[in-house]
């Protein structure tokens, strides 16, 4: 088993819930046209993110300016997987590749869907685009692709203290089973996020624990607070763990500290003294 501590993990950028998964518009260029040339705006669609067992369909738009098309070409990791030639019969053809299950009948001259998409076809996607004779230009987009594996089963959070004094320290973890890539998992004080550490909390490393033999990652965090008043409302404290993989997957567990700090008894005088108070009170009113 492997074990990596890091204090925060960072994804690519992901798109907003209401857009849950962001495409590559345009990235890596090669071989750019002339002006002049026939072939022209090569635009490459493939989605940043998906979850293993997806079916997924990547595109590549190009306008030809009235010149057919020779060519269009799909490659993983620099290895041809797809091409349509319409001057071939049949046009379309999917190359035999370990893991990529191309779908031919959702596949054309614009577009390629692959079928039940795993892990370990992550990795960079390109479309290459050649326009016909005489001047055969060609154009080429390359986007990066995720496959992610979710974990199976939920989070879970263990607190070492469910009643605690002010002053006192509870120590808390957080954690999610196996994924790839591993989750982010981030605390909660009364749905108030904790991004750093102050004086009353403090934030362990994230320990990635990773399994060689399923080549998966599970994240565990730790958390250390020591309460003050302004950790409880009405003498309660929620505790919450997210664990959040991009877009795809979000779980969160939580947990409640009860404020167990002695409260002082009211003191009560003799019955004469009270009697005197009660007496002071009505001639005041």
Known sequence: ???????????????????????????????????????????????EVVKSGETVTLSCEYDLEKVALYSYKWYWNEVEFYRFVPKESPPFRAFTMKYINVDISRSGPTQV???????ELTGYYK?????????????????????????????????????????????????????DPPANLTWYINDEQITE?????????????????LGLHSSKSRIEITAN????IFGLMVVKCEAKIYTLWQK????????????LAPVLGSTSSQSQVDEIIDQNL
């Open 1 to 47: 088993m492997q074990l990596i501590l890091i204090y925060n993990l960072s994804y690519l950028p992901v798109s907003s819930s209401k857009s849950p998964v962001k495409t590559h518009k345009q990235d890596l260029e090669f071989n750019k046209p002339e002006e002049s040339s026939s072939l022209k705006s090569v635009r490459i669609r493939v989605p």
């Open 113 to 119: 869907t692959l079928r039940g998409v795993r892990r």
């Open 197 to 213: 550490e102050n004086e009353s909390v403090k934030l362990h490393p994230i320990e990635i624990e990773t399994d060689s033999a």
């Open 127 to 179: 479309c290459e685009v050649s326009a016909d004779g005489p001047l055969f230009h060609t154009d080429m987009k390359v986007a990066h692709m995720i496959v992610a594996e979710l974990p199976n089963g939920n989070p879970m959070m263990n607190i070492e203290q469910t009643k605690v004094e002010i002053g006192k320290k509870i120590k808390a973890d957080c954690y999610s089973p196996g994924s």
């Open 252 to 263: 969160v567990v939580e947990d409640h500290v009860r404020d167990d700090t002695p409260q």
């Open 229 to 232: 008043r302004a950790h409880f």
